[in-house]
Structure formats: structure tokens, C-alpha cells
């Protein structure tokens, strides 16, 4: 089976800009969060989606926000780029979303913001 | 927890030798809890979880152990091997409906030949 694929690898972005990043789950996964991380902050969750709804969501500013599609694909979007968004972004699937089942992480999206 | 940034704690290990990362996690409610290893250029990858009801969990070569009275975490490694050298990070969801895990800062494995 395979992983969670996350496209872009890269993205140079300039202050000011937006962004969308991709994630594709693993087959048959229906849950999906979004993590931050950066050297300062580490690992920081952003938001989980699971039937194209938002189910939880972290303490990010509304310039982030996110979206699943009907075949659990899922876009996160950020608005008026910050330098300090500079980070690699994570996406994450689970099969149900359950509070005791594991996040299996792709390789991430590498965001640099000038 | 607070993340130290660019100075993760580090634990430096021979090779063949046995290695404990440790993890101090903030929610009493917490239920359920995973160690992930990352490596350079790479996404985290699970190694084993545990949950609330347990004390101690086995994988191979992995040995979670939870502590809920001091809310502690441990992994132990047995027999390190040069693959393990990786950063290493404690997970609890804390969410009540769903998914929202609050990581630790990490830890780095050096694995000494």
C-alpha cells in the first residue's frame, strides 16, 4: 500500500503570498490532519479532517485553513504568507480517526517563505 | 511540552548498548499515547503506542513503559543499531472526538560505533 504522498516536496514562497499544499491519504484512510513544524514551535497540529469536515483544530490564525474532498484527499491552504510560516508541513491519515489509533505521516512539504 | 528548538536533548549511545528516551506529557486525561522516530528529510514514523490502561507494552527491540501517576513516558531500545540515530518524539491525543496529538519536543538518538 502505498504511503502519504504530500505535493509539493518544496515550495519558495514570497511574504505576502498564498499557498496550497496536497495531501493524498493512504488507500482507504478517511481521517486526515495537518501538523506544523518548525525548530522553535516542534510539531504542532493545525487541524484534522475526517468526511470532508473539520473535526478539530488547532490554535492557528484563519489565514490556515484546510479541506478534504469525497475521496479524502485534502488541501491546506495559507493566506498572506508570514515570514514565520516558514516550516515544513505535515499531513498525517488515520483509517477512522479513532482517539486511540495512530497517525501515519507523510514525508511533508519543505515551506520556505522570503 | 515547551520544545527546546534547534537544542534537542541528545542521548548518545554505544552500539549493542540498551537506550531509555524519556518523555514527560502535560494532560492527566490523556488516554493514549505514541512514539514516532524521525529521520533527516523524512515525515515521522510510528513505532509503537500504548494505551492508558496498560503499563507496558512490548514491540520488537521497543519497550514503551507508562507512568500515569507522574505522567511519564518511556521508550527503551534494546541492542541499539546504527538505524536507530534519529530524533525521537513522545505523542498524546488530547482530543475528546477525533485526532489532535500534542508532541513533545523530541530527543535525539546518537548511536556510537
Redesign the interface.
Known sequence: KAGVTQTPRYLIKTRGQQVTLSCSPISGHRSVSWYQQTPGQGLQFLFEYFSETQRNKGNFPGRFSGRQFSNSRSEMNVSTLELGDSALYLCASSLWGQTDSPLHFGNGTRLTVT | GE?V??HLPTLSVQEGDNSIINCAYSNSAS??F?W?KQES??????II?I?SNMDKRQGQRVTVLLNKTVKHLSLQIAATQPGDSAVY?C?E?E????????????TRLSVLP
Not at chain 2, 528529510?41 to 510510528?46: A, E, I, L, R, T
Not at chain 2, 477525533?98 to 513533545?104: I, L, P, S, T, W
Open positions: 520544545s528548538g534547534l488516554d493514549y505514541i514516532y528529510g523524512k515525515g515521522p514514523q510510528f503506542d494505551r518524539f505523542a491525543n482530543g475528546d472526538y477525533g485526532q489532535n496529538f500534542v508532541f513533545g519536543p523530541g
